[in-house]
Structure formats: C-alpha cells, structure tokens
C-alpha cells in the first residue's frame, strides 16, 4: 500500500488518519497521551519491555490474548525483585500458555537485569537516552528500542515498516521527522502522531489484504 495519494500533504493524510483511528482506537490515543517518561515505575518498565519483546514478530492481537495470564504469571510486575525472586515458578507458569522460551527467558533476564542495575538507576539511564539504555535490555534491538521507549513516554517514533515507506512517499529522510513535524503542526506529541499513523496504515493494509486480486 502506497501512504501518499494524489495532492495530499502530509497534514491532511494524518489528520483523516486520526478521525479514523480515534472511532476505534480512542482509549489507547488517550492512553499513549498520557505516558511521561520521567514519571515511568519499575512496574511500568517491566510490563512495557515484556509487551515490546513479545510483539516482537508476532500479531499484537495473538500477544494482547495472551497478556494478561503472563501478566499473572510474572507477578502483575509488581517488582523485578519479586520476578527474580519467583523466576521458575514464572517462567514454567509463563511457558504452558506461550510456548516461546526465548521470548520468556527474555523477560526473566530483564528483571534480573533491573533488579542488578536498581529500578532508580535504570530509569535515570532511560530518562538521560532513552533508546540507548532500553538497547541494554534482552530482545530489544534497533528499531523495538523505539517501540518500548515510545510506550514509556519517550518523544519518539518507531521507525517500522509501515511508517517508513509512509515517510519515504512523502519524501522525508526518516520517520521521526516526519511525526516530529506533523507532531509541531497538531499540537499532539510524537508519540502519539506514531501510533495514529501506525494504526491507520495497519487498518489500511488489511482492508487491501481482503480485497480479491486484480485479474486484469
């Protein structure tokens, strides 16, 4: 799917993506609306760094199924200590509903890593660069840095495949001047402008994806 049609700026193609997004997608618009990194608990850090290592490759929706029995199994990451503390019993627990023991020992190492670094000094990492201090974390690598940084609340776009070619075709270098300049032209913060245009392009793609194939 091409992003650009005939005449249409980026301002306008982002502005009738969100009218489209907020029918479906109000409360997570609002949700990512409200994330302040400077304000982010362990229990925040934990919960967003397991959602990003599991959507990693696979459908959110398969992962958003599963979320809240591993939510159960890790604790309700309540603390990286208590995973630490309980880190078979999660793991086993985690490994009879979502049977990927990569992604698993992942989040397992991640509350080790916390619980070495301390929750406090972690986050003054995060807080200081973002992307670079989430990178230290397992299973989180160049483009997921973006997606866990923006959950937590960084001014940051991630630069997946939907929002690259959505920045090439309308001839930006990359995708975080484009959310940065329709971010300074609506008055919504990047990260928000991010998940609008993600969600919209998803929406988009599957309405193609069902179209019967042009025989023509």
């Given amino acids: 799917m091409t992003a ?8 306008e193609f982002y502005r009738r993506a969100r009218e ?7 409360a997570e618009l ?16 934990l919960r967003e760094s397991a959602w990003v290592i599991l959507c ?12 809240p029995y591993l939510s159960i199994c890790f604790c309700e990451w309540e603390s990286a200590a208590a995973i630490c503390h309980n880190a078979t019993v999660c793991r086993e627990t985690a490994m009879s509903c979502f049977k990927n023991i990569r ?9 080790f890593l916390v619980h070495e670094v301390g929750f406090e000094t972690f986050r003054d990492q995060i807080i ?12 989180i690598g160049d483009v997921t840095g973006f997606h866990l940084a923006k959950n937590l609340g960084a001014e940051v776009a991630k630069p997946d495949r939907h929002l690259v070619r959505c920045a090439v075709s309308f ?11 329709l971010a300074a032209e609506t008055g919504d913060s990047v990260s928000v402008v991010d998940l609008v245009l993600w969600r919209y392009l ?15």
């Fill in 128 to 139: 200081h660069d973002p992307v670079s201090a989430l990178r230290r974390l397992p299973y």
């Fill in 20 to 26: 489209s997004v907020q029918a479906t997608f109000g």
């Fill in 103 to 111: 992604k698993i020992d992942a989040i397992v190492k991640t509350a």
């Fill in 30 to 45: 609002s949700w990512q609306a409200t994330r302040e990194l400077r304000h982010i608990t362990e229990s925040d850090l």
């Fill in 4 to 11: 650009r049609l005939d005449d249409t700026t980026p301002l």
């Fill in 56 to 67: 990693s490759g696979f459908r959110e929706a398969i992962v958003r199924r599963y979320f």
């Fill in 171 to 181: 001839g930006f270098e990359d995708v975080q001047v484009l959310c940065s300049m």
């Fill in 202 to 216: 998803e929406q988009q793609q599957a309405v193609d994806s069902a179209k019967p194939p042009n025989r023509m």
